[in-house]
């Protein structure tokens, strides 16, 4: 575990749990937003590690948003700092090398929505409930997620729905908007957790990172250079050792154990 209070990391296996440690609501920090930011750093090194869940401590909140009272207590130039630290975890989320997993319990808001909805893999439990009001608060989204990736995530009209009106989406409604991509009743929520990470460390690295970044290319960019990545990413993958793991076994009839070489 780690010895900061308010982030957990857990190794277990080849899947590394953050676990948000501000219960009940798992308000988020800057010191916080920081601790995040250093934990993904450490563990894109670290070999044993094949895939990242992000969850919330209890199971009233996965993140009820920013803590508003200490955000408030910033002067302007650490309020910039804050959402620079906001949109630079979006980033790495979405260009991180390794499966990243959002497990989401209870209330997710605002930033919470911001670490939870980047996710490769989005799981929610029934419980689940996603809110984007910020102009109900006087704000505008600025971590580059209301207005930057919701509307390629959703499209025009859902996103609006979402970030003008504000109003609740609950677990099956994000399912039904392709927000998440699986909910399960809260009583199994944490074995599915744990057997979708199982199955998502177990793919075989190098492959992984060529969707994510194929993928990515596809909609920062154009469609022509997603092409060229998934070309590069052929060659790089076709000339490793876990290529031949695979078929070999498939053949054998055993668990392929990759090495991401």
């Known amino acids: ?3 900061a209070k308010e982030l957990l990391i857990d190794h277990k296996g080849g899947v590394t749990t953050l676990t948000l440690n501000r219960p009940p609501l798992n308000l988020l920090t800057f010191s916080l937003l920081q601790g995040l930011a250093r934990a993904f750093d450490d563990i894109e090194t670290r070999d044993a590690t094949r895939a990242v869940v992000i969850r919330g401590a209890g199971t009233r909140a996965f993140c009820a948003g920013a803590d508003l009272k200490a955000e408030a207590e910033h002067d302007e130039g650490t309020s910039d700092r804050w959402r620079e630290v906001g ?4 980033e790495r989320i979405e260009s991180f090398p390794k499966p990243v997993i959002s497990a989401v319990q209870g209330w997710c808001i605002g930033g919470g929505t911001a670490l939870a909805w980047p996710a490769d893999i989005r799981v929610a439990a029934e419980s689940a409930k ?18 930057v990736r919701l509307a390629h995530y959703l499209g025009r009209n859902r996103t609006l729905d979402i970030i003008l009106f504000g109003d609740d989406v609950t677990a099956k409604q994000a399912y039904d908007f392709n927000l998440v991509s699986f909910v399960y009743p809260d009583a199994t929520f944490d074995a599915e957790v744990a057997r979708i990470a199982d199955k998502m460390a177990g793919a075989a690295p190098l492959p992984v990172r060529a969707i994510k970044e194929g993928v990515l290319a596809q909609w920062r960019d154009s469609p022509d250079r997603a092409a060229l990545v998934e070309e590069r990413w052929r ?4 000339a490793s050792e876990d290529f031949k793991e695979g078929p070999r076994a498939w053949r ?3 668990k392929p154990v990759f090495k991401g070489k």
């Open 87 to 90: 949109r630079g975890l979006i």
């Open 1 to 3: 575990m780690s010895d």
């Open 130 to 147: 996603f809110r984007a009001g910020d102009v109900y608060l006087g704000m505008s989204p600025n971590w580059g997620m209301g207005m």
């Open 252 to 254: 054998e009839k055993r």
């Open 235 to 238: 060659k790089i993958v076709a």
